[in-house]
């Protein structure tokens, strides 16, 4: 049975989609495994919401994510002239779009500015959502990237941010608005 730590990562490098060396700071590297630590946060969500049957629809959506979100990371791990074994596809970021429709029409209007938090599990959506974003403008920096895994990052962030407000309509908390202080 092989071993789950191969020590190969112990002086800074790690291997990217091929077998190419790279070292764990460089840009590849921080996007994917930001996408991985969104993933995560994902994952608690889950977690938190498991037990409630009136939010089967988001924890299909959720799931779903998570499954593309592997596609992302695969984008971001190949090399350039590698081939992508779990590539993206057009449809992915349109089932995105859909989700955000879909969740977004039964929102109120949003009129101003919101403060992430309300339930657990949306504030988590909300952590989820910027570690999304810090993927996104680490990828920016990959010069092979794919139109579609930006796409795709960027759609992500705001099914995030739709369903963080969904959820917590759905759980009876309250949107806290910004309110610009005056000195």
């Known amino acids: 049975m ?3 730590y191969t020590k190969t990562g112990d002086q800074g490098y790690t291997s990217l989609t091929g077998g190419k060396r790279v070292k764990k700071n460089e840009s590849m590297v921080e996007a994917y495994g930001t996408v991985d630590e969104a993933n995560s946060m994902i994952g608690l969500v889950l977690a938190k919401i498991d037990q409630n049957n009136e939010l089967e629809l988001l924890k299909n959506m959720l799931l779903n994510v998570q499954h593309d979100l592997f596609h992302v990371g695969a984008e971001l791990s190949t090399p350039a002239g590698e081939k992508v074994y779990w ?3 057009t449809k992915q970021i349109e089932r995105l779009e859909q989700y955000i429709d879909k969740l977004d029409q ?3 209007p949003l009129q101003q500015f919101i403060l992430p938090g309300g339930s657990e599990a949306g504030a ?6 910027t570690m999304i974003r810090r993927a996104e403008r680490n990828a920016i920096s990959i010069p092979q990237i794919k139109k579609e895994a930006l796409a795709y990052l960027n759609r992500c ?3 995030l941010f739709v369903a963080a407000r969904w959820i917590n309509m759905k759980s009876g908390k309250k949107e806290n608005h910004f309110t610009p202080i005056q000195y």
């Open 2 to 4: 092989a071993k789950i």
């Open 87 to 89: 590539p993206l596809n």
């Open 106 to 108: 039964e929102l109120p």
């Open 124 to 129: 988590t959506l909300h952590l989820a959502r």
């Open 157 to 159: 962030s705001d099914f």
